[in-house]
């Protein structure tokens, strides 16, 4: 089978996107909850969902994703890393993290230009490290320092619109 290759080319852009990212929202995984993307887009869910909304202060989450590939074996996949920090140890806090670090979840990503990205939205989402510091110094964080990966055929669609999302509140 060959691959067909489009060739679209790309104009230089504006400088007007910066890095970062706002907020991410969690749910539990499920395999139906998303279509096919078309144009590296989702219209929405492909089923009705509910997702809960984790805040981010300024500066203090990151994603990335890495293409892998390997050409002894012919696979190329793009492995999707979240870092998220939360300030602030509260107990009810470490019962939440606990509960959701032991899911299989997907992740919705808006970063600060607006895009909202679907991360692990094929096969889910498992956290794979993290901390609870209360730091050394007078400045240093206290709280929380969560990492999740995913790896997926393509990038993470973005969201073009809400179709059957309902993005709950946070607490």
């Not at 504006?14 to 706002?22: E, F, S, T």
């Not at 190329?76 to 920090?85: A, D, L, N, S």
């Not at 230009?113 to 007078?138: D, K």
Request: glycine share 10%; charged share 15%; hydrophobic share 40%.
């Amino acid at each position: 089978m060959s691959c067909t290759l489009t060739v679209n080319g790309r104009t230089l852009q504006c400088k007007d996107a910066i890095g970062g990212i706002r907020r991410v929202w969690f749910k539990k995984f499920d395999a139906a909850d998303w279509g096919t993307p078309a144009s590296g887009a989702l219209a929405g869910a492909a089923v009705a969902i509910t997702v809960y909304p984790f805040e981010l202060t300024k500066n203090s989450g990151s994603f990335v994703q890495t293409v892998q590939s390997s050409i002894e074996n012919g696979t190329v996949y793009f492995e999707q890393v979240v870092t998220i920090q939360y300030p602030k140890i509260r107990a009810i806090d470490n019962q939440e993290l606990a509960d959701l670090l032991k899911n299989r979840v997907c992740i919705i990503v808006e970063d600060v230009n607006g895009n909202r990205m679907v991360m692990g939205h094929t096969s889910g989402c498992e956290t794979n490290g993290g901390s609870v510091s209360t730091g050394t110094a007078s400045g240093d964080l206290n709280g929380y320092n969560i990492t999740f990966l995913a790896h997926e055929v393509i990038p993470a669609p973005i969201l073009s619109g809400t179709t059957n999302i309902t993005y709950g509140a946070a607490t």
